[in-house]
């Protein structure tokens, strides 16, 4: 796509937002009604296949333009946005994961507007605040989901437990990330193994990212329940401690 094309596109959505919704939008909030015709309109656009590929009937436009076309219309009714904006997203999950079949046979009628698509992502506790998911998969060097990690918010200290495949605890996390001492605990609270981290010397905490963690065991654990233990001391420090 050329800058010219690019700035015609913006063009013809920023006539569009003038004439057609800006002088309908308080209207249409007091009212608390669905901007069907605004939608119709968005569908003769190509909106609802902005970043679906040409090959299946979208414009295939690159994120750059689509992020523009999307700021541009949040900047006059943001409501808007969200009719085609998670509608793209589960379209975008079709093309990069479904069969060929799929693709053909959804891809079209979402470019159209014919066939719409959501998303839902969510878990207890969370609504639809997805910073506030805690909740992390675990897989293995092959794929295969193998449990996963749930982390729990205390006034003191940091908690999450640890779930193999068939939704059964295997383990507790609790600990300090002040001290860098954490223990596993099984379903009596008794502790199983520890989680320690090595001090590397001062250049290379300083000046590298290259951490030294020691996991101690009390027993042998099972094959998969040894790699969500070994994710989870991974997971203290890359993902939920910067949460």
């Not at 920023?14 to 004439?19: F, G, M, P, V």
């Not at 193998?146 to 383990?171: C, H, M, P, Y």
């Not at 990212?209 to 329940?225: G, W």
Request: charged share 25%; proline share 3%.
């Amino acid at each position: 796509m050329t800058s010219a094309d690019d700035s015609q596109i913006h063009d013809a959505i920023a006539k569009w937002l003038e004439r057609d919704v800006r002088p309908k939008v308080r209207e249409l909030e007091k009212k608390d009604e669905y901007p069907e015709a605004m939608v119709e309109q968005m569908k003769a656009f190509g909106l609802f296949g902005a970043t679906i590929p040409q090959e299946y009937g979208g414009l295939g436009l690159p994120a750059a333009t689509y992020a523009g076309i999307v700021a541009q219309i949040s900047e006059v009714w943001m409501s808007l946005t969200g009719i085609f904006n998670s509608h793209l997203i589960m379209a975008a999950a079709v093309a990069r994961f479904g069969t060929e079949a799929q693709k053909r046979e959804f891809l079209p009628k979402f470019a159209s507007g014919e066939v719409r698509g959501g998303l839902a992502l969510t878990e207890p506790d969370c609504g639809t605040d997805l910073q506030a998911i805690r909740t992390r998969a675990v897989r293995d060097g092959d794929g295969r989901e193998i449990g996963w990690l749930r982390r729990k918010l205390l006034t003191l200290g940091e908690s999450f437990d640890v779930f193999n495949a068939q939704g059964e605890q295997v383990a507790r996390v609790k600990g300090d990330f002040m001290g860098w001492n954490f223990r596993f605990l099984d379903a009596q609270e008794r502790e199983i193994g520890t989680i320690t981290k090595k001090w590397a010397g001062l250049g290379k905490e300083l000046f590298t990212s290259a951490d030294n963690y020691m996991i101690a065991l009390n027993s042998q654990p099972s094959p998969d329940n040894a790699r969500l233990l070994l994710a989870a001391g991974l997971a203290i420090d890359i993902v939920f401690k910067e949460k």
